[in-house]
């Protein structure tokens, strides 16, 4: 039986943007507006989406990294007690900041420069109970070497290590005090094609060696169809399809997911579908548009797309569980 | 056991990696940066030339900076008197050197204390933002917009002439300067990763903004501190030079100066004001080039 680790439910992150002298709030930016997800234990959910959909802020609002505007986190330990995160206390957070980690994307930012590995990671171990020095210093150089370094890389900087290094360290840092699920925000976008792959295999192998659940971040669909277990589908701050991972790329119901696949380059000739080319750049989320969100790019949109929001309906495709929000899907909905 | 593929191409990939010979230390590159840039150097190596001078000034002059000595007064140089003798007779070179303490002092310390004070609110404030970061903000632009000059006469009117006075206004007129640097970096270093991932430890405030993101905001703040050095030095000069710096009973370059507003040893004794005028002058472009010298080193857009 599938179990939860993470209930989202209603998330909303808006930054308010502010003008003029006063520093006046002249609206928000609605990043994350109202995301409803579970995750389950052992599973890769992807998370996709044009940049600026907000994937990056939905995964920092788990992590309270930025603090949601409304709705709930709820954190569901292995023998089931159920925590909201959101209404915290920060000092209570810390039992769960173990549990739960991020790798980030860009590998020039993500390590401090006037650190060694060491003298960077060894704050949180301190921190989490693990005192004696010599400690500190066997969990990092094992963990170095899980992800294919030598333990001695430990006392060197940043600027001798790298893009592929660096994220490798990045996973190092995730990992250093047994977290459960990792965000992965755009984990391997920044490196070359080649080394995408390996760490890509890498991360696979540490799920399966450590029990993880990863929230996998991604711009692009083409890295996502075998790694992922499901895919949610995010568009100006909402999740607009949620499905097995096998259903989105051949039971396609939403006409921007369509999109998005018809833009992954494919070898295979015959398989090769009339690519959807999307006008424009994503909306800007202070105004978004009315009716659906989606609809001034929509190839398929009606007059009712641009009254009507479309809510989050679930469907069956293949037997599975299949969520999507537009009103031309003209399946049966289940409820 | 056989060893999986994947490490096997991880080990390709490292191989690779190795292969580009590790540079050295980030510190050494900084170092050698610092190095190539003669003017530099040459500010460096008279900056310690001086500062060692007047440090051992009692071993350099076997004269007493405050004796008088009605028997030699107004000599001009000669070698018992490098620098000549003033109006009372005091040997105007040891005086150059005693006062070079005090003077530098002043500036180093003036401009150390309020690096101190505005990195100590800056980094608070800059990385938490909100209510704290804009009431900082305002104080700073406060003691900023006042002028120097009319604190200095406040000051010097309600608590007299002294030494201390004269630091305490110019680590209030200078802080905002060193606080908005700070803050400023502090603002575009929150953003970085590695700040989230500390964050995403819980690690407090104080561990993260003072012990890892301060390290990294220091450089221009180090430019800085040269440049407000000269400037407090100067400063100095010029309020001793109207009689509202340091008592005038304490030799300081600014108080040696103070002597050329006599229009007669302006024009008859130019050994009392002149190689003192030249110093300063010396020593304020010093320290202008080594603060020059560490910004260009420093500059990560310009690191090779
Ligand atoms: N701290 C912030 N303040 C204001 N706006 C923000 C902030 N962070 C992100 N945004 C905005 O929120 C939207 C979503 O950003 P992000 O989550 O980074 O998207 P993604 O990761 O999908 O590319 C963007 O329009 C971005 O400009
Ligand atoms: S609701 Fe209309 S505009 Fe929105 S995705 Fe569906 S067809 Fe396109
Ligand atoms: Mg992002």
Same mark, same amino acid.
């Given at each position: 039986?599938?179990?939860?680790?993470?209930?989202?439910?209603?998330?909303?992150?808006?930054?308010?943007?502010?003008? &003029?002298?006063?520093?006046?709030?002249? *609206?928000? =930016?609605? $990043?994350?507006?109202?995301?409803?997800?579970? #995750?389950?234990?052992? /599973?890769?959910?992807?998370?996709?989406?044009?940049?600026?959909?907000?994937?990056?802020?939905?995964?920092?609002?788990?992590?309270?990294?930025?603090?949601?505007?409304?709705?709930?986190?709820?954190?569901?330990?292995?023998?089931?007690?159920?925590?909201?995160?959101?209404?915290?206390?920060?000092?209570?957070?810390?039992?769960?900041?173990?549990?739960?980690?991020?790798?980030?994307?860009?590998?020039?930012?993500?390590?401090?420069?006037?650190?060694?590995?060491?003298?960077?990671?060894?704050?949180?171990?301190?921190?989490?109970?693990?005192?004696?020095?010599?400690?500190?210093?066997?969990?990092?150089?094992?963990?170095?070497?899980?992800?294919?370094?030598?333990?001695?890389?430990?006392?060197?900087?940043?600027?001798?290590?790298? &893009?592929?290094?660096?994220?490798?360290? *990045?996973? =190092?840092? $995730?990992?250093?005090?047994?977290?459960?699920? #990792?965000?992965?925000? /755009?984990?391997?976008?920044?490196?070359?094609?080649?080394?995408?792959?390996?760490?890509?295999?890498?991360?696979?192998?540490?799920?399966?060696?450590?029990?993880?659940?990863?929230?996998?971040?991604?711009?692009?669909?083409?890295?996502?169809?075998?790694?992922?277990?499901?895919?949610?589908?995010?568009?100006?701050?909402?999740?607009?399809?949620?499905?097995?991972?096998?259903?989105?790329?051949?039971?396609?119901?939403?006409?921007?997911?369509?999109?998005?696949?018809?833009?992954?380059?494919?070898?295979?000739?015959?398989?090769?579908?009339?690519?959807?080319?999307?006008?424009?750049?994503?909306?800007?989320?202070?105004?978004?548009?009315?009716?659906?969100?989606?609809?001034?790019?929509?190839?398929?949109?009606?007059?009712?797309?641009?009254?009507?929001?479309?809510?989050?309906?679930?469907?069956?495709?293949?037997?599975?569980?299949?969520?999507?929000?537009?009103?031309?899907?003209?399946?049966?909905?289940?409820? | 056991?056989?060893?999986?593929?994947?490490?096997?191409?991880?080990?390709?990939?490292?191989?690779?990696?190795?292969?580009?010979?590790?540079?050295?230390?980030?510190?050494?590159?900084?170092?050698?940066?610092?190095?190539?840039?003669?003017?530099?150097?040459?500010?460096?190596?008279?900056?310690?030339?001086?500062?060692?001078?007047?440090?051992?000034?009692?071993?350099?002059?076997?004269?007493?900076?405050?004796?008088?000595?009605?028997?030699?007064?107004?000599?001009?140089?000669?070698?018992?008197?490098?620098?000549?003798?003033?109006?009372?007779?005091?040997?105007?070179?040891?005086?150059?050197?005693?006062?070079?303490?005090?003077?530098?002092?002043?500036?180093?310390?003036?401009?150390?204390?309020?690096?101190?004070?505005?990195?100590?609110?800056?980094?608070?404030?800059?990385?938490?933002?909100?209510?704290?970061?804009?009431?900082?903000?305002?104080?700073?632009?406060?003691?900023?917009?006042?002028?120097?000059?009319?604190?200095?006469?406040?000051?010097?009117?309600?608590?007299?002439?002294?030494?201390?006075?004269?630091?305490?206004?110019?680590?209030?007129?200078?802080?905002?300067?060193?606080?908005?640097?700070?803050?400023?970096?502090?603002?575009?270093?929150?953003?970085?990763?590695?700040?989230?991932?500390?964050?995403?430890?819980?690690?407090?405030?104080?561990?993260?903004?003072?012990?890892?993101?301060?390290?990294?905001?220091?450089?221009?703040?180090?430019?800085?501190?040269?440049?407000?050095?000269?400037?407090?030095?100067?400063?100095?000069?010029?309020?001793?030079?109207?009689?509202?710096?340091?008592?005038?009973?304490?030799?300081?370059?600014?108080?040696?100066?103070?002597?050329?507003?006599?229009?007669?040893?302006?024009?008859?004794?130019?050994?009392?004001?002149?190689?003192?005028?030249?110093?300063?002058?010396?020593?304020?472009?010093?320290?202008?080039?080594?603060?020059?010298?560490?910004?260009?080193?420093?500059?990560?857009?310009?690191?090779?």
């Amino acid at each position: 039986m599938k179990k939860e680790i993470l209930k989202l439910r209603g998330v909303k992150v808006h930054f308010p943007v502010q003008a &003029g002298v006063f520093n006046r709030v002249v *609206g928000h =930016v609605l $990043a994350v507006d109202g995301v409803d997800l579970d #995750i389950f234990r052992g /599973e890769v959910l992807g998370l996709a989406g044009e940049s600026g959909c907000g994937k990056t802020t939905l995964g920092k609002a788990i992590l309270r990294l930025v603090e949601p505007t409304d709705g709930e986190v709820k954190y569901i330990s292995q023998d089931d007690n159920e925590t909201e995160l959101t209404s915290l206390e920060k000092k209570d957070m810390d039992p769960f900041r173990k549990k739960l980690q991020i790798v980030f994307q860009d590998p020039h930012s993500s390590l401090n420069p006037s650190f060694t590995i060491f003298g960077s990671l060894q704050d949180p171990l301190k921190k989490f109970g693990i005192k004696s020095k010599e400690e500190r210093r066997k969990i990092i150089g094992d963990l170095l070497e899980a992800v294919n370094m030598r333990r001695e890389y430990m006392d060197r900087y940043p600027h001798e290590f790298s &893009g592929g290094q660096r994220q490798r360290i *990045g996973i =190092v840092r $995730a990992l250093c005090l047994e977290p459960e699920l #990792i965000v992965c925000d /755009e984990a391997v976008s920044a490196l070359d094609v080649s080394i995408q792959a390996q760490v890509l295999k890498l991360l696979m192998q540490l799920k399966k060696e450590k029990n993880l659940t990863y929230l996998f971040i991604t711009h692009d669909l083409s890295v996502t169809e075998y790694l992922c277990d499901r895919i949610a589908v995010m568009y100006l701050g909402r999740i607009v399809e949620l499905c097995d991972s096998e259903d989105l790329y051949n039971n396609t119901l939403h006409p921007y997911s369509e999109a998005l696949i018809s833009a992954i380059p494919v070898a295979d000739l015959d398989k090769q579908t009339k690519r959807i080319v999307l006008e424009g750049d994503v909306p800007s989320p202070v105004n978004p548009p009315k009716g659906c969100p989606f609809h001034p790019r929509c190839p398929k949109a009606t007059d009712i797309c641009k009254t009507e929001v479309p809510t989050l309906k679930k469907y069956s495709t293949n037997g599975n569980e299949h969520y999507a929000s537009c009103h031309l899907i003209d399946l049966p909905e289940i409820s | 056991m056989a060893k999986s593929s994947l490490d096997k191409k991880f080990d390709q990939i490292r191989k690779r990696e190795e292969e580009k010979t590790f540079s050295t230390k980030k510190r050494s590159r900084i170092v050698n940066k610092f190095l190539n840039n003669r003017l530099a150097v040459l500010g460096l190596i008279i900056f310690t030339i001086i500062i060692l001078a007047s440090i051992f000034a009692p071993l350099l002059s076997p004269y007493d900076p405050m004796r008088v000595d009605l028997r030699s007064m107004r000599q001009p140089p000669s070698f018992d008197h490098w620098f000549g003798t003033d109006s009372t007779g005091r040997d105007v070179f040891t005086r150059v050197l005693f006062g070079g303490r005090v003077s530098i002092f002043i500036g180093l310390g003036s401009a150390i204390l309020s690096a101190v004070v505005g990195i100590a609110v800056g980094c608070y404030a800059g990385y938490k933002g909100g209510w704290i970061d804009v009431i900082a903000l305002r104080i700073s632009e406060i003691f900023m917009s006042f002028p120097q000059i009319i604190l200095v006469l406040l000051l010097v009117s309600i608590t007299g002439q002294s030494l201390f006075n004269l630091m305490a206004i110019f680590i209030l007129t200078g802080w905002g300067g060193m606080y908005r640097l700070a803050r400023a970096r502090m603002l575009s270093l929150r953003e970085e990763e590695y700040v989230q991932a500390l964050r995403s430890f819980g690690l407090s405030t104080f561990t993260i903004c003072y012990k890892h993101m301060l390290p990294n905001a220091l450089s221009p703040i180090m430019v800085n501190i040269t440049l407000s050095t000269a400037m407090f030095i100067l400063t100095e000069a010029g309020l001793s030079f109207l009689g509202l710096g340091v008592p005038l009973n304490i030799p300081t370059w600014g108080n040696i100066l103070n002597v050329a507003q006599d229009i007669l040893i302006l024009q008859n004794y130019w050994w009392m004001w002149g190689p003192v005028g030249i110093v300063i002058s010396v020593f304020v472009l010093c320290v202008n080039f080594i603060g020059d010298g560490l910004r260009d080193s420093t500059d990560p857009s310009q690191q090779g």
